[in-house]
Each structure stands twice: as C-alpha cells, then as structure tokens.
T-cell receptor, first 117, second 116 residues
Framework: GESVGLHLPTLSVQEGDNSIINCAYS??????FIWYKQESGKGPQFIID?????DKRQGQRVTVLLNKTVKHLSLQIAATQPGDSAVYFC????????????????FGKGTLLTVNP | GAVVSQHPSRVICKSGTSVKIECRSL??????MFWYRQFPKQSLMLMAT?????????EQGVEKDKFLINHASLTLSTLTVTSAHPEDSSFYIC????????????FGQGTRLTVV
C-alpha cells in the first residue's frame, strides 16, 4: 500500500561527513526504485535509480543499495554539503495490485536531511 | 533531464470557485502523467494517473468529480479543482514519464493552492 508520513524522520550531519538515508518499501513486486530530493516549495528532483536485478548502483557522490530480502533501500551521500539539505524520498515502481494499466510510483515517508556547516 | 513545467506556481482562490492547474512536458512526449498532492512535512500522495486521450485513473478515496483531469495531448495535462474548499489547500505536483517500465518520472515545480 501507499506510505503516508505524518512526521518526517530527520538526519542531521556535519558538512563533509557521509550521510546514509534509509527507506523501507512495501511491495515485494516493485521492480524499480528511485531516490528523489525535494527542496522546500519545489517539486522532487531525480537523484539516482536502481532496478531490482541490482543490489548497488553508484553515481556522483551518491550510492544506492537495495536489499530485496528485507525490502530496504538506502541512499549514501559522500562528503555531504550544505546544498544537500533537503527532504529525500524513495519511490517504488510497481504494477498496481488493484488493477489499472500503468506502472506507478509510490513514495515513501521521506527524510529531512540537515547539513551543518 | 527532461523538463516538466507546471503553472501556476501559486494560486489563491475563494471558496466555491474552481482552479485549473496545467502540467506540460516541454521536451518529450508523455503518454502518462501523474498528479500528486502533498501536505506540509508529508510525503507525496498519488491522486490520479492521466492517460493521453482517455479517462484518468483515480486512486482510492480521490473524488473524480472534484478533481477533474484532462490529458488532451501528449504534452499537456490539466487538473481542475472544482468548488474548492479550504481543506483543498495543498501543494499539488504533476509528473510525467516517457513510455517504458524503467523510466524516471520528471516533476513539475508544484502549485501551492490556498483556498480562502
């Protein structure tokens, strides 16, 4: 089912440290996952994606890890900078179990990352 | 990445009036667009999936007659909030995806709706 976050989890780190943001997904049929960054008052921005046939994918300063056994995703940000401060969402992509003709993205709760200079 | 433009970015309307929000994919054709609603400090809640040339698919609990969606072309989808009430005040965000399973969704900048 869909996740609704009533209170955003928060993570506070020092500039230069590495950050790890975690996400649990709900649908074992989900086969594609995306991490998004959302700054205040803006739409989400794509960070990195991973398919279910992989367990790790790296981008520039970011790494996504996927553990299908426990339905868990993580986003690692290396050398975190103040500009990384935002809310981070994981999204899972699956064929809707209730029917319909489109794959759709369902968003997790989100984590507020604050980077202290 | 691809560009999705959403307009207006902010709108204030009186209770009982209708508001239309536009979502355009500027540099690719989007057979499918999605409309989300987001309350402060909460996640994005999918409202409906908009398919070009056909009726939208609404999520459970979303009123079809209140949130009218039209996807008249491959680059434009509109969401009309009819007879708006203060509880409809929220941040509405659209997204568009290219055809295919493993394709990222590109998001508009969102519309802050305030109903007074």
């Amino acid at each position: 089912g869909e996740s609704v976050g009533l209170h955003l989890p928060t993570l506070s780190v020092q500039e230069g440290d590495n950050s790890i943001i975690n996400c649990a997904y709900s649908n074992s049929a989900s086969d594609y996952f995306i991490w998004y960054k959302q700054e205040s008052g803006k739409g989400p921005q794509f960070i990195i994606d991973i398919r279910s046939n992989m367990d790790k994918r790296q981008g520039q300063r970011v790494t996504v890890l996927l553990n299908k056994t426990v339905k868990h995703l993580s986003l690692q940000i290396a050398a975190t900078q103040p500009g990384d401060s935002a809310v981070y969402f994981c999204a899972e992509n699956a064929w809707p179990s209730s029917g319909g003709s489109n794959y759709k993205l369902t968003f997790g709760k989100g984590t507020l990352l604050t980077v202290n200079p | 990445g691809a560009v999705v433009s959403q307009h207006p970015s902010r709108v204030i309307c009186k209770s009982g009036t209708s508001v239309k929000i536009e979502c355009r994919s500027l540099d690719f054709q989007a057979t499918t667009m999605f409309w989300y609603r987001q309350f402060p400090k909460q996640s994005l809640m999918l409202m409906a999936t908009s398919n070009e040339g056909s009726k939208a698919t609404y999520e459970q609990g979303v009123e079809k007659d209140k949130f009218l969606i039209n996807h008249a072309s491959l680059t434009l989808s509109t969401l009309t909030v009819t007879s708006a009430h203060p509880e409809d005040s929220s941040f509405y965000i659209c997204s568009a995806r290219r055809t295919g399973v493993y394709t990222e969704a590109f998001f508009g900048q969102g519309t802050r709706l305030t109903v007074v």
